[in-house]
């Protein structure tokens, strides 16, 4: 046993100086990512707290307000229309308790007049627009903007139909699939491969894993995002619905665990872009840029981009 011990220390020692010496250069052996864009204003829901949520309205505002990038999320009606919609069941957003699945295009109910903005409690959004979004009208209207979408629910036929609009406005290098299923996200990658994408949950467990255990800077990574709370908005600006995630001491957790200045500037460094969300305060984006982000999501484009113009060494703005 211990003449085995000449061979294993040093072998791991080694080892831990390989990884760490590839953490901080990974391009000895992986080529940089390039996407079509590079984005350090997101947009969360179009900009939420300034108008209504994922209104034509709000992309305007948000496009007028320069953000880089539009996240949303979509669903698809009774009669196959992709609208943008955050929920399936329009309850929060309308008043009216029913599935978008459930109803027409044409039958879908108004947003409520003033709608709360989900990561600023007790804070409202307001507008003149209230009908809910068609995704093609969203690629019409704004044919070189970066969209993140997000596909919440496991449908093969919506999977489909978004492809197929991504395709028929010839913007895959400008759309990015996001999912935090690694099921959904399979599916989407058979559909669309061509389409840059974000890490799963799974994904973001396993590349904490690979972290940890210096394996990552051996390892190849699909993802062209990573997009991740910023621990510092729990329970301050958004108040999450599970009770775990409401003790302190699980935050603080999480935030040692996920927010490692070397793993995001590895990441960074592989070409992969970091999004951290949401941020609806100064002190939010200025944490999450410190932290190593490439971009921050926010529900307020007008601050973010008056954070942006002060702080000009953030900048440059998105390319593409």
């Known amino acids: 046993m211990a003449s085995s011990l000449y061979y294993i220390i040093p072998a791991l020692g080694g080892y831990a100086l390989a990884s760490f010496y590839l953490l901080k250069n990974p391009h000895i052996l992986h080529k940089k990512k390039r996407v079509a ?25 948000a496009e007028e307000a320069g953000t880089h990038m539009l996240e949303m999320d979509c669903h698809m009606t009774k009669d196959g229309h992709v609208i943008v919609s955050h929920d399936e069941n329009l309850l929060r957003q309308t008043g009216v308790d029913v599935n978008i699945s459930s109803v027409n295009l044409e039958d879908l109910p108004l947003y409520k007049e003033r709608l709360e903005v989900t990561f600023r409690e007790g804070y409202f959004s307001t507008g003149t627009d209230r009908k809910f979004a068609l995704l093609e009208d969203v690629f019409r209207s704004f044919p ?60 973001g467990l396993q590349l904490l894993l690979l972290y940890y255990t210096g394996l990552l800077p051996f390892i190849p990574l699909g993802e062209s995002f990573l997009q991740s709370y910023l621990p510092h908005v729990f329970n301050r600006t958004y108040i999450p619905d599970s009770p775990i995630l409401r003790n302190r001491f699980v935050i603080f957790l999480i935030e040692k665990i996920m927010m490692r200045k070397s793993l995001l500037k590895h990441l960074v460094e592989r ?49 593409h």
């Not at 590079?38 to 994922?54: L, P, V």
């Not at 410190?290 to 484009?301: F, I, N, Q, S």
């Open 37 to 61: 864009f590079y984005c350090r204003h997101i947009s969360h829901r179009a900009g939420s707290g300034e108008r209504i949520e994922s209104t034509m309205e709000a992309f305007r505002h």
């Open 144 to 203: 070189k903007m970066p969209i993140n979408i997000e596909i919440k629910e496991d449908n093969d036929q919506l999977i489909k139909k978004v492809s197929s609009l991504v395709q028929q406005y010839g913007r895959e290098d400008l759309t990015v699939w996001a999912s935090v299923e690694s099921g959904i996200m399979k599916k989407c990658l058979k559909e669309n491969p061509s389409m840059p994408y974000m890490f799963t949950m799974v994904r």
């Open 271 to 319: 070409g992969i872009q970091v999004h951290l969300f949401v941020c609806n305060e100064l002190t939010d984006i200025e944490e999450a840029f410190a932290r190593g982000a490439t971009g921050v999501m926010t529900d307020y484009p007008t601050l973010l981009t008056d954070y942006l113009r002060t702080h000009p060494q953030i900048t440059p703005p998105c390319s």
